[in-house]
């Protein structure tokens, strides 16, 4: 089955300074990447998310980006607010598209400091 | 809409002990889904079910069950509660062909000592 490595586990960054989480798959089927946001005592919302037939998605100050050959898929969030502070979960989806084909990253803490 | 409603938030159970943990929906969704989170480990799906009637397995199946009988309701129920049931349960719920775009609950953080 699929495999989604994460990383780093944790991460902090300075108020205005740039983050950035990548994450790995093993399945070169997978066509699906969505990334969530999770805060905390709340339950993880989609926020942004990227097709296998595109490189790169933005969205004001998230994006992702996407290297099918290398299967590997990042998050870039810039000019961080301490309201970014929260886990972020990578995923990758099989192309058969059931939540079953659906495996999530570990997580990463980012804890942006004021 | 309340969107993804989960009850309760926590719960203590012994060894041996069952539950049902609540989940409701009331965007008349088709696809509702549990996922339990562990430290380290992200999400893991439990099961999953595409419409009133059907439930399937996910990754984590073993000591659980589910069943359908409503669009809006998604009960997970806890036969003979382990320690390493210990964990926080998530439902989640998507339009069926929308289900990588999946609404979470709060969560439910249960511990079985």
């Known amino acids: 089955g699929e495999n989604v490595e994460q990383h780093p586990s944790t991460l902090s960054v300075q108020e205005g300074d740039s983050a950035v989480i990548k994450c790995t798959y093993s399945?070169?089927?997978?066509?699906?990447f969505p990334w969530y946001k999770q805060e905390l005592g709340k339950g993880p919302q989609l926020i942004i998310d990227?097709?296998?037939?595109?490189g790169e998605k933005k969205d004001q100050r998230i994006a992702v980006t996407l290297n099918k050959t290398a299967k590997h898929f990042s998050l870039h969030i810039t000019e961080t607010q301490p309201e970014d502070s929260a886990v972020y979960f990578c995923a990758a989806r099989l192309s058969s598209g059931s939540a079953r084909q659906l495996t999530f990253g570990s997580g990463t803490q980012l804890t942006v400091l004021p | 809409n309340a969107g993804v409603t989960q009850t309760p938030k926590f719960q203590v159970l012994k060894t041996g002990q069952s539950m049902t943990l609540q989940c409701a929906q009331d965007m008349n969704h088709e696809y509702m889904s549990w996922y339990r989170q562990d430290p380290g480990m992200g999400l893991r799906l439990i099961h999953y079910?595409?419409?009133?009637?059907?439930?399937d397995q996910g990754e984590v199946p073993n000591g659980y069950n589910v069943s359908r009988s409503t669009t809006e309701d998604f009960p997970l129920r806890l036969l003979s509660a382990a320690p390493s049931q210990t964990s926080v349960y998530f439902c989640a719920s998507s339009y069926k062909d929308r289900v990588s775009e999946q609404y979470f609950g709060p969560g439910t953080r249960l511990t079985v000592t």
């Open positions: 079910s595409v419409g009133a009637g059907i439930t």
């Open positions: 399945d070169s089927a997978s066509n699906y």
């Open positions: 990227i097709r296998s037939n595109v």
